[in-house]
């Protein structure tokens, strides 16, 4: 059954509510992306055009709210439904990435120092809602009344609550421009505000469990770091050099990122054991 077919989403579109900011495209769309959008309010564009999203990231986490909590497909299926996988996930990417980084150890203490704030922010099994698979600015297109749409939900996953929220907030905070300037190109003030409205509209007025939204964004950074290794091993002749200036730059900043979200999380875990694995509701 495609998304066309699938009753579940024209009764979504049919919500009184629901057209006035968020929907799920079933027809073809002039609109822009949240990635272009996004674009123009770098530091020194929005001196020329300046304009304000915060409306905008809050309805795209809204219309993600709505859509973890719709019922599983009849292909989806389960997967890392516990804190052992997170873990097990962690130590793949980072046994990968030790054979080619000039300090391994380091990487090694990293992947520890990770698995020993998950054993405390997160439960032991993790609520699994229906996942996206690449939720970013990309697929994200924003009308002039500022309605998002989504596309490319392949639903084929019911994944970890964190999984797509983080995703979200990894590309929009590690964009390859953002990356690119070594953290020029937004300001953090600008960033934060961003990710506030968008964790807003998908937490409403419930508590956002951040220390595990970080955990995940942790692991999307060694993902993706993972990722330009790969391609940079691959490549060959001019294209490695550019893809090894690519990597020295990027690995790099996604170095200097996890260990500020670690130092982050280490300080948030030794608050954790009185409130109970609060983080996995």
């Known amino acids: 059954m495609t998304k066309r077919e699938d009753p579940r989403f024209a009764a979504i579109r049919a919500l009184d509510y629901l057209p006035q900011h968020y929907a799920l495209l079933m027809e073809k769309a002039e609109d822009r992306s949240l990635r272009q959008l996004f674009l123009r309010v770098n530091r020194w564009q929005r001196l020329f055009a300046p304009f304000n999203l915060e409306p905008v990231f809050h309805n795209v986490g809204a219309w993600l709210r709505i859509y973890h909590h719709l019922p599983p497909l ?7 439904d ?8 962690v130590g793949m990417l980072t046994d990968y990435l030790s054979g080619y980084v000039a300090n391994p150890a380091r990487l090694r203490a ?10 405390v922010i997160l439960p032991e099994r ?11 600015p990309r697929n994200v297109l924003v ?6 749409t989504v596309f490319d939900t392949q639903s084929k996953w019911q994944v970890p609550l964190f999984e797509d929220i983080s995703r979200f907030l990894h590309s929009v905070k590690v964009s390859g421009p953002q990356m ?30 951040l220390a595990a939204i970080r955990l995940f964004e942790c692991q999307h950074i060694l993902s993706m770091w993972t990722s330009i290794n790969h391609h940079y091993q691959l490549s060959r002749g001019s294209r490695r050099i550019v893809k090894g200036c ?24 030794r608050q954790a054991p009185a409130m109970g694995h609060v983080c996995g509701r």
């Not at 009308?143 to 998002?148: A, G, I, P, W, Y």
């Open 74 to 80: 009849a292909h989806t299926r389960p997967r890392s």
């Open 110 to 119: 990293l992947r520890d120092r990770l698995a020993a704030v998950a054993e």
């Open 180 to 209: 690119s300037s070594y953290g020029l190109l937004y300001s953090s003030a600008v960033l934060q505000r961003y990710e506030a409205a968008f964790l807003r509209g998908y937490f409403a007025t419930a508590e956002i469990p």
């Open 126 to 136: 993790l609520a699994l809602v229906l996942g996206h698979g690449d939720f970013a």
């Open 143 to 148: 009308d002039s009344r500022q309605r998002v």
């Open 246 to 269: 690519r990597l020295a730059v990027w690995g790099s900043y996604l170095l200097s990122t996890l260990q500020k979200y670690l130092g982050e999380l280490e300080t948030a875990s």
């Open 82 to 89: 516990t804190r052992a996988d997170y873990v097990s996930g």
